[in-house]
C-alpha cells in the first residue's frame, strides 16, 4: 500500500517563475493538505481540499493556488517565485470521516535562485 | 490566535538516556487537539499521538510517554532508555477541535541525536 507521493523531489527555479507540486494521497483518503516547512522552522499549513474545493486557508497570499482532481490527487501551484518561496513543500492526506492523523509525504524541496 | 513553543533547539543525549521534550501552547478555544509528529532525516512527518483538551491523562506506549498538563498548557513528550533510531526532529502541534486535525499550528521543533 503506497503511502502519500509526492513529485518531484527537488526543483530549482528562478525569481518570478511559476512552479506545480504534486501529490497522491494515500490509497482510501479523501482530503489533501499542504505545508510550507522553511529551513529550521516547522510547517505551516497553506490550504486544505477535499471534494475538488479548498476547504480552508492559511496565511498565505493568493500567489498560492491549488486544485483537486477527482481521483483525490493534488497540486500546489505557486505563482511568480520569490526567494523566501525557498522552502520543503509536503503533502499530507486524511480520511475525512476518520482524520485522527494525517499521513505525510517525503516533501518537494524547491530552491528558489 | 494559536502558538506552539518548543523551548529546546537542539538535544544531545547518550544512547539508554531518557530525554524529555518540551511543549507549552497558547489557544483561547475549549476544545483543541494536541499532537507530536517525528520528522526523520527523510523528510516525512510520522504521526505519533493525538490528545484531547478533556483528556488529561497522561499516556504511556513502550517506550514514549506523554505528560499533559492542562494548568500549565504544557504536552511534554519523553522517551526512556533512549535509542540511536530515535534521533530526529520532533515537532508538537495544535489544532482547533472545529477544523479537525488537518489545519495545524506546529512548533518549531527540537531536534534530538542520541549518541551511541
Known amino acids: 500500500d503506497a503511502g502519500v507521493t509526492q513529485s518531484p523531489t527537488h526543483l530549482i527555479k528562478t525569481r518570478g517563475q511559476q512552479v506545480t507540486l504534486r501529490c497522491s494521497p494515500k490509497s482510501g483518503h479523501d482530503t489533501v493538505s499542504w505545508y510550507q516547512q522553511a529551513l529550521g522552522q516547522g510547517p505551516q499549513f497553506i490550504f486544505q481540499?477535499?471534494?475538488?474545493?479548498?476547504?480552508q486557508r492559511g496565511n498565505f497570499p493568493d500567489r498560492f493556488s491549488g486544485h483537486q482532481f477527482p481521483n483525490y490527487s493534488s497540486e500546489l501551484n505557486v505563482n511568480a517565485l520569490l526567494l523566501g518561496d525557498s522552502a520543503l513543500y509536503l503533502c499530507?492526506?486524511?480520511?475525512?470521516?476518520?482524520?485522527?492523523?494525517?499521513?505525510f509525504g517525503s516533501g518537494t524541496q524547491l530552491s528558489v535562485l | 490566535a494559536q502558538k506552539v513553543t518548543q523551548a529546546q533547539t537542539e538535544i544531545s543525549v547518550v544512547e539508554k538516556e531518557d530525554v524529555t521534550l518540551d511543549c507549552v501552547y497558547e489557544?483561547?478555544?475549549?476544545?483543541?487537539?494536541l499532537f507530536w509528529y517525528k520528522q526523520p532525516p527523510s523528510g516525512e512527518l510520522v504521526f505519533l499521538i493525538r490528545?484531547?483538551?478533556?483528556?488529561?491523562q497522561n499516556e504511556i506506549s513502550g517506550r514514549y510517554s506523554w505528560n499533559f498538563q492542562k494548568s500549565t498548557s504544557s504536552f511534554n513528550f519523553t522517551i526512556t532508555a533512549s535509542q540511536v533510531v530515535d534521533s530526529a526532529v520532533y515537532f508538537c502541534a495544535l489544532s482547533e477541535a472545529g477544523f479537525g486535525n488537518e489545519k495545524l499550528t506546529f512548533g518549531t521543533g527540537t531536534r534530538l541525536t542520541i549518541i551511541p
Open positions: 489557544t483561547r478555544d475549549t476544545t483543541y487537539y
Open positions: 499530507a492526506s486524511s480520511f475525512s470521516d476518520n482524520n485522527e492523523k494525517l499521513f
Open positions: 490528545r484531547n483538551s478533556f483528556d488529561e
Open positions: 481540499y477535499y471534494e475538488e474545493e479548498e476547504r
